[in-house]
């Protein structure tokens, strides 16, 4: 609704670890190279901003919207 993203991840906040999954786990989502992700802020957050490099926000969002879980 918002433009907010949830995502929670189980590994530990520690040495980046959760920031790794995270972007890992978009990359699996959005079918895009994990270099093509970087957390542009609250890296030490739990709330983080993400870039996602050559995607239009439209693009973004119909690759959530079909991602697979979505309760549709």
Known sequence: ?????RVRVAA???G???NAALLR???GVLDVPR???A???GT???HKRV???GMTPGELQKRLRDAPGQGR
């Open 1 to 5: 609704m918002d433009g907010t993203l």
């Open 12 to 14: 530990p906040p520690v």
């Open 16 to 18: 980046g670890a959760a």
């Open 25 to 27: 786990f978009l990359a």
């Open 35 to 37: 270099s093509r992700l």
């Open 39 to 41: 957390i542009a802020s």
């Open 44 to 46: 030490s957050n739990r």
């Open 51 to 53: 870039v996602v490099e």
